[in-house]
């Protein structure tokens, strides 16, 4: 599977952005999804995580309740809405592709994913 995330840019702390992952491939809706987080100089991160219905999604405590996951299996995308931001946002932004079942305890694990697509960066000026 190949995965393209976009929609990163500039935006104002307090702003909002919509970032997009489109996934190639015909068994996109067999599988769950998520986005991570990196900074330069230290380690990716955990930020959101959908099951393969959209039924059930898990948030990093950071963004809870200003980002929210989604995904449309028709269009082999999944999204993430980031709402509130803020300069420690910021950050290059990449999704993945999770093997087995979505839980609570794997949901921000990186080796239960095994397909990444190259990141979109998100700058967050204060």
């Known amino acids: 599977v190949q995965l393209q995330a976009s929609g990163g840019g500039l935006v104002q702390a307090g702003g909002s952005l919509r970032l997009s992952c489109a996934a190639s491939?015909?068994?996109?809706?067999?599988?769950?999804m998520g986005w991570f987080r990196q900074v330069p100089g230290k380690e990716r991160e955990f930020v959101a995580a959908?099951?393969?219905?959209?039924?059930?999604?898990y948030y990093a405590d950071s963004v809870k309740g200003r980002f929210t996951i989604s995904r449309d299996n028709a269009k082999n995308t999944v999204y993430l809405q980031m709402n509130s931001l803020k300069p420690e946002d910021t950050a290059v932004y990449s999704c993945?592709?999770?093997?087995?079942?979505?839980?609570?305890?794997?949901?921000?694990?990186?080796?239960?994913?095994?397909?990444w697509g190259q990141g979109t960066k998100v700058t967050v000026s204060s």
């Open positions: 959908i099951n393969w219905s959209g039924t059930s999604t």
């Open positions: 491939g015909r068994t996109f809706s067999n599988y769950r």
């Open positions: 993945a592709r999770g093997m087995g079942p979505l839980t609570p305890w794997g949901a921000s694990a990186m080796r239960e994913y095994d397909s």
